[in-house]
């Protein structure tokens, strides 16, 4: 849970079903970065093409 800037305590004393909530919204998180990262990446292939 880094990304959530939890120590291994805080991960620790956390319920279960926050941790998985937690985990299906970075995982949220992580689908949409991918996305943008790909849809950038076809923009600047589009641009190098053009010139």
């Known amino acids: 849970m880094r990304r959530m800037r939890w ?4 991960l620790q004393d956390t319920p279960v079903y926050v941790r998985r909530y937690c985990l299906d919204f970075l995982g949220l998180i992580a689908e949409h970065e991918r996305r943008e990262s790909e849809r950038e990446q076809r923009r600047a292939e589009r641009a190098s ?3």
């Open 7 to 10: 120590s291994w305590t805080q």
């Open 49 to 51: 093409r053009t010139g």
